[in-house]
């Protein structure tokens, strides 16, 4: 195996002198819009369509009567702001409808929504494209399919969607309805780029908790073929136990569905065992497709109980008859992770049986460059404000596979927690990470306090909570595709001296290679309502 990392010994020292020579690059480049009053302090903000002409966005929010609504609005790249009526209205006939997703199809976005008959008990799922001139629903609504629920139990999940590489296919999913004691499954509709059907299936797995919902769906994806893929959790126990208890409540199942073949349905469910290492539990896996050769990967992570962990990778058309390949982290790596102090790895979340696959770039040449990052969610219940989530969110690893080898990796320290203290809805949007490739970089941003900018040992790093930043500082890193060097780690934007906080996982790449923002001045006083801001990076 073939590893080029910067050695740990001279880690610190090359760590802290990039950050000390690349910390005054205060918005360099970025041209802001103004700033654009928020519906209300619960707002959600969707990059929905991006081209040369502008960006659709879609905004869901709550009205007078806590009821979530939403809306179109359009700017062009100079963000001059077009708005749509309010709120879109969804349905068929006298039915009224529930939105449930955007998505773009070629030029144009698309809104989805199903309408429940209650008195056929039936419920369809439609979808509109979004009229370009009023910013409403356009023509007549197209109809998907149609779920008919009589003497059963409707579901309440929702429906969800996964899209081609190309475009050229969608598949449409949800859960089936199910009988009071019955296992739930799911139901799939796979069209083509006219939205016609090419197949449907329905998929019940063989596990003991109730219930099967579209949350326990991981991935999804379609290959060149058409073939598609769907990457869920299977419960081992009648409930759904808490996610603190990763590995002992579940296992992964893939499942196959093939149009061509009759819409035959095939199940995985041996993800839970990485061979030779018959007691591996998988913490995290991902699904994607290769452009260049259609080839569909699940690569994930793996622990062992009081031993190290690794990553592993499968090829998902030969799922069925191969064992997933273990890929040890390298000895670097492991090595740095033994020498941190007990106390530290216990208390900052900093083990390696931590890391979540959240990102996978496919190359043109086969290779894979796969982002992951320490997520640990602890769930516990508080007498006055119920169930309770607390997010940490520390290290992110990158590595580059090739021929199910890891060529390099690299690790970028960072703490940051959110959630918990009555927030039952974890604000996610500023944490985590984006990450896309240009020019044979990776490109990496993620938020970091202004007091972590200029420390060399990581392990001094202070956490920053997210759930009300007042130091943020938006912080972009490139790391170069071929050796793994980190070549650059600078803050870009600060939220006092600018102030905006950025959605990392709201950022979006136009066509151009330039950088769409979305962010908020993060306000949670009905005295002092929040505003909406887009920010456009061309960068060097």
């Keep these: 195996m073939t590893v080029s990392t910067t050695n740990w010994k001279y880690r610190m020292p090359l760590l802290g002198a990039i950050i000390l020579m690349a910390t005054t690059a205060w918005a360099q480049g970025i041209e802001w819009s103004a700033k654009y009053p928020m519906n209300s302090i619960f707002n959600k903000n969707e990059f929905i369509q991006a081209s040369r002409d502008g960006f659709y966005v879609l905004q869901n929010y709550k009205d007078a009567n806590y009821y979530y609504q939403q809306n179109i609005s359009f700017y062009t790249l100079k963000f001059e702001k077009r708005e749509g009526a ?37 419920e369809t799922l439609f ?45 449409f999913y949800g859960q089936m309805p199910y009988e009071k004691k019955a296992k739930g499954g799911f139901y799939l509709h796979l069209v083509d780029a006219k939205l016609e059907a090419l197949g449907e299936g329905v998929v019940f ?62 199940i995985l469910d041996t993800l839970k065992v990485l061979f030779p290492k018959d007691s591996a539990v998988v913490v995290s896996a991902k699904l994607s497709v290769n452009r260049t050769s259609g080839m569909v990967r699940c690569i994930g992570t793996y622990k062992l109980p009081n031993q190290k962990a690794g990553l592993f990778t499968l090829n ?48 043109a040449d086969g290779t894979q460059i796969v982002v992951a990052e320490q997520h640990y969610i602890n769930v516990y219940w508080d007498k006055s404000e119920g169930r309770q989530e607390q997010h940490q969110l520390n290290n992110i690893l990158v590595a580059k596979i090739r021929d199910q080898k890891i060529v390099w990796s690299k690790v970028l320290a960072k703490r940051q927690k959110a959630g918990a203290e009555g927030y039952t809805n974890v604000p996610g949007k500023l944490y985590s990470f984006y990450a896309f490739l240009k ?53 870009i934007l600060g939220l006092k001296e600018a102030g905006i906080a950025v959605y990392p996982q709201e950022t979006k790449v136009l066509e151009d290679g330039s ?17 909406i801001r887009f920010g456009r990076w061309v960068l060097d």
Excluded: W
Excluded at 226 to 255: A, N, P
Excluded at 327 to 350: G, H, N, T, V, W
Excluded at 469 to 490: A, M, Q, W
């Design 316 to 363: 998902a058309q030969q799922a069925f008859v191969e064992m997933p390949v273990v890929m040890d982290y390298p000895a670097e790596i492991l090595d740095f992770e033994a020498k941190i102090p007990r106390k530290i790895k216990q208390q900052q979340r900093l083990s390696l049986s931590n890391y979540k696959i959240k990102s996978i770039f496919e190359q």
């Design 205 to 266: 797995l063989k596990q003991a908790a109730n219930i099967l919902t579209v949350s326990d769906v991981v991935d999804a994806v379609i290959d060149d073929n058409g073939l598609v893929y769907l990457l869920c959790k299977m419960y081992k126990g009648k409930d759904k136990k808490e996610e603190k208890k990763i590995g002992k409540r579940f296992v992964y199942s893939l499942i196959q569905m093939d149009y061509k073949a009759k819409t035959k349905v095939q």
């Design 439 to 491: 020019d044979g970089n990776i490109h990496l941003l993620y938020n970091e306090m202004k007091a972590n900018l200029e420390l060399t040992d990581e392990f001094q790093l202070q956490k920053g909570y997210y759930n009300k930043p007042k130091d943020c500082y938006l912080v972009h890193c490139t790391i170069d595709l071929n050796s793994g060097i980190l070549k650059t780690k600078e803050s």
């Design 127 to 171: 979808i509109n494209p979004v009229e370009s001139s009023s910013l409403g629903l356009g023509g007549a609504p197209i109809k998907i399919f149609e779920i008919d629920y009589k003497d059963k139990i409707k579901p309440k999940g929702g429906y969800r969607y996964c899209a081609s590489p190309d475009g050229s296919r969608f598949l």
């Design 515 to 531: 950088v769409l923002f979305g962010g908020v001045k993060p306000e949670y006083s009905l005295k002092q309502p929040s505003y």
């Design 86 to 122: 309010k709120p879109i209205k969804f349905g068929e006939g006298k039915s009224k409808g529930n939105y449930q997703f955007a998505f773009s199809k070629g030029s144009l976005p698309y809104l989805a929504y199903s309408v429940d008959e209650m008195a056929r008990q039936k």
